[in-house]
């Protein structure tokens, strides 16, 4: 394919943002050549200024759950873009969506809309420690919760010492407030317990990791968390951003059947617009600003034009009975048979996959943790990556990213899918 419009492009935004791009990944740094510059997308296809489509298997990174610029998303959009796009006060749709998502989703009474992820987490965070007068956090290598500065630290030197920044512009004192686990290391989370436990405010992580290539929790992993939170007294938190309504509507904690005190959720609660939420059992809630004292708050919160498209996202998944199961048929299906060729052709691999997530790991058997994540051959994964971007299929520029199936995947992107595969 050629890429002359996007090479020039990236050359032009480079002047005038830092890396030419407004999210890191974008930048195609971990598979190397010119990131492609999106014009238009259109059910299971994206489509580039020169002109190229791919099938997307990544599908804004979660949220197009339903395909891109799904008919019932952009007929609700547009009808509320006539009414306005923010007001700075209180709608009747933020209610509308809170009263859905806590009639449908376990182990939540309470919900406040923010305007992404990274917000949600870091939100809270802060929640849990109002709530729990304690500061200190324990977080897992390998697992995203945002750029906020409590999330952006490196293992330390032992299995239960404080990390320390993996940017600059963290502080050592942010640092020393975050304990480093491994994912699926419960012996090792015991440990941190047992020493600092009555420290402790909240356990943070994604239920089904999805920033260290897809993750799955190991047997008893969850239910161990689960109990030690509550033995000590600590807020259990499940990013859920990715997985929330994407793996089930009551997303990973209806799948692994494991109720956390706080959930965060972005991308699919939007449909595609900025959003992110943060929610949990009511006396947790009641803590925030203006009922109590844990300050929160967000000028484009509950915005109506993401509240519009997130209410229109999931209502067709809340009508469409089969909606998951298909979604999880597809990609089981694309997992199978992307699996027998790399079989007949004798390369090394595994793919791991809950839901409508899935990765592909190179020279390896298994991925359960970060560092076997690390262990994987990601040179390989990035001639995979262009050879398939080459013939019109567009992946996570990266080995650590997770691909998402989209409900306009059909037959016939699968097998155009699987002939690329080959052809690498």
């Not at 791919?54 to 998303?73: M, R």
């Not at 923010?86 to 182990?107: D, K, Y």
């Not at 959720?265 to 943060?278: D, E, M, N, S």
């Not at 909606?323 to 048929?329: A, I, T, V």
């Amino acid at each position: 394919m050629r890429y002359q419009r996007s090479s020039a492009l990236f050359d032009k935004a480079k002047r005038y943002i830092p890396g030419g791009v407004n999210s890191p990944v974008r930048a195609f740094n971990s598979v190397g050549g010119v990131p492609v510059f999106m014009k238009s997308a259109k059910g299971a296809l994206l489509t580039d200024e020169d002109g190229n489509t791919y099938i997307d298997y990544i599908n804004s990174w979660g949220p197009a759950i339903l395909g891109h610029t799904h008919g019932s998303v952009l007929e609700a959009v547009q009808k509320q873009a006539e009414k306005g796009f923010s007001f700075g006060t209180p709608t009747e749709l933020e209610t509308e969506i809170a009263q859905l998502i806590i009639s449908r989703v376990a182990s939540i009474d309470s919900i406040r809309m923010v305007s992404s992820g990274t917000e949600a987490c870091m939100s809270a965070i802060r929640l849990a420690r109002g709530f729990t007068g304690r500061e200190k956090i324990i977080k897992f290598e390998g697992c995203y919760h945002g750029h906020s500065d409590s999330f952006l630290i490196s293992a330390g030197s032992g299995a239960a010492t404080f990390g320390s920044p993996n940017s600059p512009g963290v502080t050592s004192g942010t640092a020393k407030d975050t304990f480093l686990a491994r994912y699926n290391d419960t012996v090792q989370v015991e440990e941190i317990f047992r020493k600092s436990g009555e420290e402790i405010a909240a356990v943070i992580l994604e239920p089904v990791a999805g920033n260290m290539g897809c993750v799955v929790p190991e047997r008893g992993f969850m239910e161990n968390l689960r109990a030690l939170c509550t033995e000590y007294g600590t807020l259990l938190i499940f990013d859920e951003v990715m997985t929330g309504f994407r793996l089930a509507f009551g997303g990973a904690q209806e799948v692994l059947g494991v109720f956390a005190d706080l959930v965060t959720y972005g991308k699919v609660i939007g449909g595609g617009l900025p959003v992110g939420a943060f929610a949990g059992r009511k006396e947790i809630m009641e803590c925030l600003t203006p009922q109590g004292a844990v300050y929160q708050a967000g000028t484009l919160s509950g915005n109506p034009l993401a509240m519009r498209a997130g209410l229109a996202t999931l209502q067709c998944i809340l009508d469409d009975a089969a909606f998951y199961d298909r979604l999880e048929r597809t990609t089981v299906t694309l997992k199978t048979e992307i699996g027998k060729i790399f079989q007949e052709k004798g390369i090394s691999h595994v793919i791991n996959q809950r839901g409508s997530m899935m990765s592909i790991f190179f020279d390896t058997n298994r991925v359960s943790n970060f560092d076997e994540a690390s262990g994987a051959n990601h040179a390989l994964f990035n001639r995979f990556f262009h050879a398939m971007l080459n013939q019109g299929v567009y992946l996570p520029p990266s080995g650590y990213e997770t691909w998402f199936i989209s409900h306009a995947i059909g037959k016939n992107e699968i097998e155009k899918t699987l002939d690329a595969v080959r052809s690498f």
